[in-house]
């Protein structure tokens, strides 16, 4: 048996999908896991748009992969340093300050969580 949807009934249904839609696209995107394991003593690795680093052992830290400059991507580490081969402005992965380059800005840090073994990266 077929049942007739009223206008109201249509539109709440179709203000709810709206919504529903909206807070979703709005959420935050979950953290980044990488194992502690996968980061060097002294260097870094870039990942899904972030360096982690390990400036030293034990201590850990993130910035966003996007050069301060023009916001192209960092792509090379260079042991404690890393490059953004664009214009190449070049950064301390211990405290992500410009070595040299037409970059003025530091890296910047991004959210980092210890998960015991891994470690959650978020902007």
Request: glycine share 8%; proline share 7%.
């Given at each position: 048996?077929?049942?007739?949807?009223?206008?109201?009934?249509?539109?709440?249904?179709?203000?709810?999908?709206?919504?529903?839609?909206f807070l979703a696209a709005c959420g935050k995107e979950p953290p980044m896991e990488v194992a502690?394991?996968?980061?060097?003593?002294?260097?870094?690795?870039?990942?899904?748009?972030?360096?982690?680093?390990?400036?030293?052992?034990?201590?850990?830290?993130?910035?966003?992969?996007?050069?301060?400059?023009?916001?192209?991507?960092?792509?090379?580490?260079?042991?404690?340093?890393?490059?953004?081969?664009?214009?190449?402005?070049?950064?301390?992965?211990?405290?992500?300050?410009?070595?040299?380059?037409?970059?003025?800005?530091?890296?910047?840090?991004?959210?980092?969580?210890?998960?015991?073994?891994?470690?959650?990266?978020?902007?």
């Amino acid at each position: 048996m077929a049942q007739n949807c009223s206008r109201r009934l249509f539109l709440l249904g179709t203000a709810t999908t709206v919504a529903g839609a909206f807070l979703a696209a709005c959420g935050k995107e979950p953290p980044m896991e990488v194992a502690k394991a996968e980061i060097p003593v002294g260097s870094a690795i870039i990942a899904d748009g972030y360096i982690i680093a390990q400036p030293e052992e034990g201590k850990y830290v993130a910035y966003s992969q996007q050069c301060p400059h023009q916001r192209n991507l960092i792509t090379k580490v260079e042991g404690d340093e890393v490059r953004c081969t664009a214009h190449n402005s070049v950064f301390k992965i211990a405290d992500g300050s410009v070595v040299s380059g037409p970059a003025r800005d530091p890296l910047e840090p991004v959210s980092i969580d210890d998960a015991g073994n891994a470690l959650n990266v978020h902007s």
